[in-house]
């Protein structure tokens, strides 16, 4: 209820405010459990994402953001709650283990599972050697997986910015990918590795280009 009435609200007034250019927004499918796998520029991403999808998109936020006391800690946790976002305890050492299971049950559900596959923020811009996890998911789930390209948002809240500003974004979702049956008698290892610099690859063609030319031209790091 809360995140029906929130998402009734926010994202036509976040939209009008900011004016984000979308593209593709026919490739995020209308139903299903689906995974979408986007560069992480600005912690202002996991708002940007679910404001101009097609439906509910579950990311995953820091247990401080939902256990707040007071006025302040109730709103926060209306805030993130509304968003989709789902809490995750970061200090705890099963921490990732815990957020892959937090994310098999929201793609168990049939729904729609936020992910930066490079694990962290990026600092310069620049795309970096996607995490295995993302492919873990996809594969285990057996759901395809919609890369997303972010381009602005480091400068509409850039990393050290404790609010955000007006600035130009562009989010771009590219064709889904499907990897069912893909890796058949290829070792687990190998599959995962190769399943995530695919969705990298994928990632990297849509922020390669904004209107005012190259963006970011350099390969996909390790």
Do not use: C
């Not at 850039?158 to 562009?170: F, H, I």
């Amino acid at each position: 209820m809360l995140y029906e009435v929130l998402h009734s609200v926010v994202p036509p007034l976040a939209r009008a405010a900011w004016r984000p250019r979308v593209e593709g927004i026919e490739n995020v499918p209308a139903s299903g459990a689906v995974l979408l796998a986007s560069n992480h520029l600005s912690f202002a991403d996991s708002v940007v994402i679910p404001i101009v999808a097609p439906r509910k998109v579950v990311f995953l936020a820091k247990a401080e953001y939902f256990t707040g006391s007071g006025i302040r800690g109730r709103l926060s946790k209306a805030w993130f709650e509304g968003l989709g976002m789902v809490p995750v305890d970061r200090s705890d050492t099963r921490a990732a283990l815990n957020s892959l299971d937090v994310a098999l049950d929201v793609l168990g559900r049939g729904d729609a599972f936020g992910i930066y596959p490079e694990g962290t923020r990026s600092r310069d811009g620049r795309l970096y050697r996607g995490r295995t996890g993302v492919a873990q998911l996809a594969l285990t789930a057996g759901v395809p997986v919609v890369p997303v390209g972010l381009i602005g948002t480091d400068e509409l809240q850039p990393v050290d910015a404790r609010w955000p500003r007006l600035a130009k974004v562009t989010v771009r979702f590219g064709a889904p990918l499907d990897f069912t049956g893909r890796f058949e008698g290829v070792a687990p290892g190998r599959a995962r590795r190769e399943a995530t610099d695919e969705i990298m690859a994928a990632i990297q063609a849509l922020t390669g280009q904004d209107e005012a030319g190259v963006y970011n031209d350099r390969p996909v790091e390790a």
